[in-house]
């Protein structure tokens, strides 16, 4: 699943998934990572562009990462589940099998070189990902959601983290 439905504010409201960073979109970068997978859900605004993802959005669009956790999962039909922000131009495909293989009772989530949890950069048993995820997602964080199912940490290597929010973040 990836999570491509954000606003885009602090790039001045651009379309984070558009956005090319080393001659590729963020998205295609995401999705370069997950390119193994049997289904690709994208949560955000169609592409044309974009063949052989399942398209899913938010409700309200824009209510948050959670609130795209929510509409993703409704296209998920299998046990596990990689759950990646479109803004991580560093994730590849062996940062998610390190995410997948370090899955445990709950899931798996990526730590900084800083230890913070990157939790929109995890791998999460389905059935632990529902019920963590309230009835009324709008506006709710990823950290108190997921927080609480305490998955194994994985330590990112160098530029696996990086994510981008700001024009500052798109310099080399």
């Not at 209510?63 to 998920?76: C, E, Q, S, T, W």
């Not at 479109?86 to 899931?107: E, F, Y």
């Not at 309230?134 to 290597?157: C, F, Q």
């Amino acid at each position: 699943m990836v999570l491509a439905g954000g606003r885009g504010s602090r790039l001045g409201g651009v379309d984070k998934a558009s956005v090319v960073v080393d001659g590729r979109t963020l998205l295609d970068h995401v999705l370069h990572a997950v390119a193994p997978a049997a289904r690709i859900v994208v949560v955000g605004p169609r592409k044309d562009d974009v063949p052989g993802v399942t398209w899913a959005r938010e409700d309200p669009p824009g209510g948050g990462p959670v609130a795209g956790l929510a509409a993703g999962l409704a296209h998920v039909e299998t046990d596990l589940v990689v759950v990646l922000a479109v803004d991580q131009p560093g994730i590849t495909r062996s940062t998610v099998d390190r995410l997948l293989a370090a899955v445990g009772d709950t899931g798996s989530v990526l730590v900084d070189g800083e230890g913070r949890s990157q939790w929109l950069t995890g791998a999460w048993r389905t059935g632990a990902l529902r019920r963590a995820v309230p009835a009324d997602p709008r506006d709710a964080s990823a950290r108190s959601v997921l927080g609480p199912l305490d998955p194994t940490p994985v330590t990112a290597r160098p530029g696996e983290a990086r994510d981008v929010d700001t024009p500052a973040d798109l310099a080399p």
